[in-house]
């Protein structure tokens, strides 16, 4: 089995993990990039009662189209800090990433 990683995830197997920088309260929910060595989201949704939380697992699920019960905050679910596992996605990270920078070329 290959290990795959890059500052911000770690894919072992069919799992991906994920560290993750949340800025909840935004207008809209989106990929910033990285920051301090994680992938930084900004969340549409306060940070009351889990819901920045079920708005974020909610992003990454449709991100790495699968159903939400392959996708698991292992850690931070009180901080901004979070560990993010993915189970059984074809996605890459990277592609995250790269949609950003697609975004960005053509406004």
């Not at 911000?8 to 993990?17: F, K, L, S």
């Not at 990039?33 to 009351?48: E, T």
């Not at 909610?58 to 800090?81: E, H, N």
Request: net charge positive; hydrophobic share 40%.
């Amino acid at each position: 089995m290959i290990a795959i990683s890059a500052s911000w995830y770690h894919i072992d197997g069919n799992r991906t993990i994920l560290s993750l920088h949340i800025q909840p309260g935004a207008k809209r929910t989106e990929i910033v990039g990285i920051h301090d060595g994680a992938l930084k989201i900004r969340i549409a949704a306060p940070p009351v009662e889990g819901q920045a939380n079920a708005r974020l697992l909610d992003f990454l699920k449709k991100a790495f189209d699968v159903p939400s019960s392959q996708v698991i905050l292992k850690q931070g679910s009180g901080g901004r800090r979070k560990v993010v596992e993915i189970h059984g996605s074809l996605r890459a990270p990277d592609d995250l990433l790269n949609s950003l920078t697609e975004k960005l070329a053509h406004p």
